[in-house]
């Protein structure tokens, strides 16, 4: 239940803006710094067909796309409520899925780490690839932390963003 509250405060403190947190929402992070991270890739397949060559249905199989070295599915296979476990140490909650999409999150990060992988449909032909990130970047520390955090998480996100693209268009 706590975990349902932090994730509602962190939530509302979003939609109200930066370094806004109801008083009731203390102990989560009085003063968050909300990092937004959006990765593209332009496909030339239908979004559906997209989502099928990058494995969308399956909850690990980002593990080729992001060079993990291991992932495993704890339990709940590919439905939300699902637990996949990161390089035997991450666990990560699958939060929402839809049938281009689904968010999971990290519910034992300092920074309250969420990650949405999805297609969307450009016409009959073409999808684009979007994965976004946001997390709170304040228990990084300086600027600079901060600032070289985010340009890895980039880097590495939109490799993977393109590795998903050459997947998705590869001869069947």
Known sequence: MRGILAASAALLALAAGPGVVPAWAADTNPKPNWSVIVMTADVARPAPVT???IGGHDYCAIAKFLAIKSCSKVSGGDAV???????????????????????????????????????????????????TLLYDQAPLGTDAAMAANREQRRSRFQAAVDKMKTAAEAAP
């Open 81 to 131: 409520g699902a637990l996949r476990m990161i390089n035997g140490t991450i666990p990560e909650l699958l939060v929402s899925r839809t049938p281009l999409s689904y968010t999971y999150a990290q519910p034992a990060s300092p920074i309250f780490y969420h990650g949405t992988m999805a297609v969307e449909p450009v016409d009959a032909h073409h999808s684009r690839i979007v994965y």
């Open 51 to 53: 989502w099928e060559r």
